[in-house]
């Protein structure tokens, strides 16, 4: 390991931590692709062996045992607990954050070339709900996930968190704009089910007794639902049944009950 130690929150080797928002970490022009970043040696350890590469290290000097195999050539900064909160503008409470090279987006064809279970999310805003969906998505057995332009980041360090690092484990990409994607999920042959309240809608157990070979259930933004659009590009809405005078679930609870039905 190259090991640096760092006491100054000033200090510029630091910068790739400092109050950066996700925003700021994908418009950071250099490396071309933007970072993200990864807490927890656990998590740290699940992108790299995804394939993802460390730009640096931030940790306590008694978590420099967890990352001593994942660093390689990357610098590893120690700094003293008070410094990494200082620095990044909260509790680093396990230790270790790693600064990571965001990997090129794949194409939706490719993505979902073969899949037969498919999760797009469209417009969700809460980065808890996003990782929350992708560890429903690895562990219920989805091939694919897609997210919308206006989607929370899966890369986001609280997605990330939140899905136990499933984020690395699913394929996944950011699809473009509902007509400019469809080509690609048409070519594929891919049953586009949008979960939604509709008079129309058929209930999820009904379209999973009989459920297309290949197909995707569309989930939407918390409060708002779908878009106009979604609902006009779907094969069929569907709907969880519901009692007690609920009308429908969390976007992520919602998402491990389709995918449970359609496995």
């Known amino acids: 390991m190259a090991i ?32 993200y970043i990864a807490e927890t040696s656990k998590v740290i350890e699940r992108a790299v062996a995804a394939g993802h590469r460390p730009r640096s290290f931030l940790v306590h000097e008694r978590r420099l045992a967890d990352v001593d195999h994942l660093a390689g050539d990357a610098p590893v900064f120690v700094v003293p607990a008070e410094v990494a909160e200082q620095v990044t503008g909260y509790a680093v409470h396990r230790g270790a954050l790693a600064a990571m090279h965001r990997p090129a987006l794949r194409p939706v064809a490719d993505v979902v070339a073969g899949a037969r279970l498919v999760m797009i999310l469209e417009d969700i805003g809460d980065h808890t709900n996003v990782g929350a969906a992708f560890r429903a998505a690895a562990g219920l057995g989805a091939d694919a996930v897609l997210v919308s332009p206006r989607c929370a980041d899966p890369l986001y360090r609280r997605s990330i968190r939140v899905s136990m690092g499933t984020v690395f484990q699913v394929p996944w990409t950011r699809m473009p704009e509902w007509d400019d994607a469809l080509a690609d999920l048409r070519n594929a042959g891919v049953h586009l089910a949008a979960l939604a309240l509709a008079d129309d809608a058929v209930t999820l157990d009904d379209f999973a007794a009989s459920r297309p070979e290949r197909v995707a259930v569309v989930l939407g933004a918390e409060g708002d639902g779908l878009s106009r659009r979604a609902l006009e590009v779907a094969d069929t809405v569907v709907t969880i049944p519901m009692t007690g005078g609920v009308d429908s679930l969390n976007v992520a609870a919602a998402s491990a009950v389709a995918l449970w039905a359609l496995r």
Do not use: F, M, Q
Not at 5 to 21: G, H, K, N
């Open 4 to 35: 640096e130690w760092v006491e100054d929150p000033a200090d510029p080797r630091l910068s790739d931590y400092r109050d950066l928002t996700d925003i700021a970490l994908r418009r950071v022009s250099e490396p071309a692709a933007g970072l």
